[in-house]
């Protein structure tokens, strides 16, 4: 699914409000969800799971057209666990 058929699907849901206030919103939460994990935080949202950063150390990586060794530095990525709310409503849905 992508933003737009999220913002679409939730207008649906919500037909009060208009495409662009419910874009806002969307833009809004993720916003601050990135702004957290800019500051360190961590962003639990329950039923649906967490999110955090963590550091990947620098390493030798391999260019995938060459082949040839390449340093990869460290650096911050995003990370997400989904929760258990989450996960037993994938099953359900998927009929496990």
């Not at 060459?66 to 709310?85: I, L, R, S």
């Amino acid at each position: 699914m992508t933003k737009s058929e999220l913002v679409y699907q939730l207008n649906q849901t919500f037909p009060d409000m208009s495409l662009r206030q419910v874009e806002k919103a969307i833009d809004g939460i993720f916003g601050e969800i990135v702004t957290a994990l800019g500051k360190g935080y961590r962003v639990e949202l329950r039923g649906f799971g967490a999110f955090s950063v963590r550091y990947r150390d620098r390493r030798m990586g391999r260019n995938p057209r060459t082949g040839e060794k390449v340093k990869v530095e460290g650096k911050f990525v995003p990370f997400f666990k989904a929760g258990k709310g989450l996960r037993d409503r994938m099953n359900i849905l998927r009929g496990k």
